[in-house]
């Protein structure tokens, strides 16, 4: 039988703009570089297409630095998608542009409507509950909306908490199927995972946390030889992308497509 906690037919990505040079970041470490940005994003799309899924490749938004960032914007469901409210001011109106994409692929399209913030990169779907990790950019508000929202289609939420200084929840873990997910020590430290099994980041290789399971492969960020000899003895088929200048906008490879 097919996990829907992994298996997907479709995805939605878009590709940056000349503006990225402008995304958000909590620390400047370089500017990004589009046109090897633009590179290891194609390498990105191949790789879901390589699965046999659809992949809704949008076009950049300029005023939008950080609208490469898809998953940020809506959460996507078996039953529905919801349409998140980002905690980043900057990044409210991505959420409207998402808008046609997912009315062509939903019938059941609803809204945070405020007044709390929600981002889906704090928002892990593991297919026996939803976990949302409260960061600087989801607060309670956000995730009691939320949990009123999925649970019309039968889905329990469970509020977690994003460790300090770790931009969204996901930056520190990934699903990497119905029981496994790879997380950060310091993420997996809290607690939050119990009951599941979880495979650590080796030290050193934080970075490498934020990958995605998608249908046979775990599309994983390149350069992180331990995580990946890790997850390959552990009988996983990965896939590496260069993630050098997306990791300047604190992105990974969760943040770049919506999975559904
Ligand atoms: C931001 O700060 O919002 C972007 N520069 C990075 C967003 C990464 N998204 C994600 O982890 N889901």
Not at 82 to 94: D, F, T
Not at 168 to 184: M, P, R, Y
Not at 224 to 253: Q, Y
Request: charged share 25%; proline share 5%.
């Amino acid at each position: 039988m097919t996990d829907p906690t992994y298996q997907f037919t479709r995805a939605i990505t878009r590709r940056p703009g000349q503006s990225v040079i402008n995304g958000l970041r909590a620390e400047d470490i370089g500017t990004p570089d589009l046109g090897t940005m633009l590179k290891a994003h194609a390498s990105y799309v191949a790789a879901l297409k390589s699965t046999g899924a659809e992949v809704i490749e949008l076009e950049p938004l300029e005023n939008f630095p950080d609208a490469l960032f898809v998953e940020d914007t809506a959460l996507c469901l078996p039953q529905g998608a919801v349409l998140m409210r980002p905690g980043a001011p900057s990044r409210a109106g991505e959420v409207a542009e998402m808008v046609p994409a997912l009315r062509g692929c939903y019938d059941d399209l609803r809204e945070i409507s405020g007044p709390g913030h929600i981002e889906g990169g704090d928002i892990l779907v593991t297919g026996r509950e939803i976990l949302v990790g409260r960061s600087d950019r989801t607060d309670a508000a956000g995730v009691a909306e939320l949990s009123k929202i999925v649970s019309d289609w039968g889905h329990v939420v469970r509020e977690v908490v994003t460790p300090p200084g770790v931009l969204h929840f996901k930056t520190d873990c990934s699903l990497l199927d119905a029981e496994t997910i790879l997380s950060t020590k310091r993420l997996a430290a809290s607690g939050c995972f119990e009951g599941y099994r979880v495979l650590h980041v080796p030290e050193g290789e934080e970075a490498a946390a934020n990958a995605i399971r998608f249908n046979a492969l775990v599309i994983m960020a390149a350069g992180f030889p331990r995580t990946a000899e890790m997850l390959d003895r552990a009988g996983f088929d990965v896939v590496e992308i260069d993630n050098r200048d997306c990791a300047k906008l604190d992105g990974g490879m969760s943040c770049l497509s919506l999975r559904f």
